[in-house]
T-cell receptor, first 113, second 113 residues
Framework: GEDVEQSLFLSVREGDSSVINCTYT??????LYWYKQEPGAGLQLLTY?????DMKQDQRLTVLLNIMDKHLSLRIADTQTGDSAIYFC?????????????FGTGTQLKVEL | EPEVTQTPSHQVTQMGQEVILRCVPI?????FYWYRQILGQKVEFLVS????????KSEIFDDQFSVERPDGSNFTLKIRSTKLEDSAMYFC???????????FGDGTRLSIL
């Protein structure tokens, strides 16, 4: 079955880069996503990468994908206090009649001054 | 920017009662989903819905649950005879196409007493 794993916590200083890692098991994933969840809020789509790409950059965000190792990472450059949140990676699974996202456990990012 | 809206933000219900959680997906989206997140656990897929029928459902989505698109804008999740373990945050999501990014609402926190 599908399984997506992340480390639970990450603490960085403001201005440093943050790297959040994710591993997944389903080799049939076509897309991999990063969502951000601030306290009391919903899941905000940050970025995604198609499985035939190894890197995608979007302003301060860089996504790296190693499809052989089934490893995904999200790098946030110049991390700000407003980046403090829980970050979820998710793999997109196509099933017989439909599709779904399988989420990781979430990584809580804490940005310190 | 268009967004998925969910009501109510918090629902408190006695065990055994029925609840209906409501969602208004993004207007040009054709695929609709429900997920839930029990406190401290992963976000879990419940059901996907397309063309007025369920396209996929998880093991969690048993006979206690049902979904409906009663009109052109709303998408509802009904939980009959609620149990304590149904307490969770329920997220609605929608996507333009079956393999397009899913956009999430802010969720409804369901508390069963």
């Amino acid at each position: 079955g599908e399984d997506v794993e992340q480390s639970l916590f990450l603490s960085v200083r403001e201005g440093d880069s943050s790297v959040i890692n994710c591993t997944y098991t389903d080799s049939s994933s076509t897309y991999l996503y990063w969502y951000k969840q601030e306290p009391g809020a919903g899941l905000q789509l940050l970025t995604y990468i198609f499985s035939n790409m190894d890197m995608k950059q979007d302003q301060r965000l860089t996504v790296l994908l190693n499809i052989m190792d089934k490893h995904l990472s999200l790098r946030i450059a110049d991390t700000q206090t407003g980046d403090s949140a829980i970050y979820f990676c998710a793999e997109f699974i196509t099933m017989g009649g439909g599709n779904k996202l399988t989420f990781g456990t979430g990584t809580q990012l804490k940005v310190e001054l | 920017e268009p967004e998925v809206t969910q009501t109510p933000s918090h629902q408190v219900t006695q065990m055994g009662q029925e609840v209906i959680l409501r969602c208004v997906p993004i207007s040009n989206h054709l695929y609709f989903y429900w997920y839930r997140q029990i406190l401290g656990q992963k976000v879990e897929f419940l059901v996907s819905f397309y063309n007025n029928e369920i396209s996929e459902k998880s093991e969690i989505f048993d006979d206690q649950f049902s979904v409906e698109r009663p009109d052109g804008s709303n998408f509802t999740l009904k939980i009959r005879s609620t149990k304590l373990e149904d307490s969770a945050m329920y997220f609605c999501a929608s996507s333009e196409g079956g393999n397009q990014p899913q956009h999430f609402g802010d969720g409804t926190r369901l508390s069963i007493l």
